[in-house]
T-cell receptor, first 112, second 111 residues
Framework: AAGVIQSPRHLIKEKRETATLKCYPI?????VYWYQQGPGQDPQFLIS???????DKGSIPDRFSAQQFSDYHSELNMSSLELGDSALYFC???????????FGPGTRLTVL | DAKTTQPTSMDCAEGRAANLPCNHS???????VYWYRQIHSQGPQYIIHGLKNNETNEMASLIITEDRKSSTLILPHATLRDTAVYYCIVRARFGNEKLTFGTGTRLTIIP
């Protein structure tokens, strides 16, 4: 079965640079969620989208923004990167907002 | 969402049943119990969920007590590939959609 696709899988950036992470949900899933997992920590919710509209927001820094496009893929844009942004970033999708979330393999972002 | 309490770590012998407990004493009537696991920095993997009845799928069984204040995830025949961090998450059926991960249980399957 098709799964959530994330790209790139690994990304290395310098401080103060920008990064864009992409998420392609499971076909027919219209809801996308982003989570951040720092080293040794548990995943933390950042933001979610349903039908291209932001539906919920967690502890997402103002330097981060995200959107969902007409084909339901989503992009997480991160600017003015800091060392503390080094983390795994997971995208999940669900058929409808209250349904089970299925996670992608993640993007490992390293900020030097 | 209600908070959950899980043991920090557990060991289980390969081939035996692994029973992972979770306490969610403040769960409300319209909240589901979800279980996910994360194998070494991979994306969290959905295992099973339930509202009040026991549930079983190809991966595991979920036993929810009658008062719904606790549950147990059962992996019937644990293999080395089941070594992972297991998260018990209570999630509202209506309202906030996000998953709130606690610290989970680190399950180690011993050969």
């Amino acid at each position: 079965a098709a799964g959530v696709i994330q790209s790139p899988r690994h990304l290395i950036k310098e401080k103060r640079e920008t990064a864009t992470l992409k998420c392609y949900p499971i076909p027919r899933h219209d809801t996308v969620y982003w989570y951040q997992q720092g080293p040794g920590q548990d995943p933390q919710f950042l933001i979610s989208f349903y039908e291209k509209m932001q539906s919920d927001k967690g502890s997402i820094p103002d330097r981060f923004s995200a959107q969902q496009f007409s084909d339901y893929h989503s992009e997480l844009n991160m600017s003015s990167l800091e060392l503390g942004d080094s983390a795994l970033y997971f995208c999940a999708s669900s058929l409808v907002p209250k349904d089970t979330q299925y996670f992608g393999p993640g993007t490992r972002l390293t900020v030097l | 969402d209600a908070k959950t309490t899980q043991p920090t770590s557990m060991d289980c012998a390969e081939g035996r049943a692994a029973n992972l407990p979770c306490n969610h004493s403040t769960i409300s009537g319209n909240e589901y119990v979800y279980w996910y696991r994360q194998i070494h920095s991979q994306g969290p993997q959905y295992i099973i969920h339930g509202l009040k009845n026991n549930e079983t799928n190809e991966m595991a069984s979920l036993i929810i007590t009658e008062d719904r204040k606790s549950s147990t995830l059962i992996l019937p025949h644990a293999t080395l590939r089941d070594t992972a961090v297991y998260y018990c998450i209570v999630r509202a059926r209506f309202g906030n959609e996000k998953l709130t991960f606690g610290t989970g249980t680190r399950l180690t399957i011993i050969p």
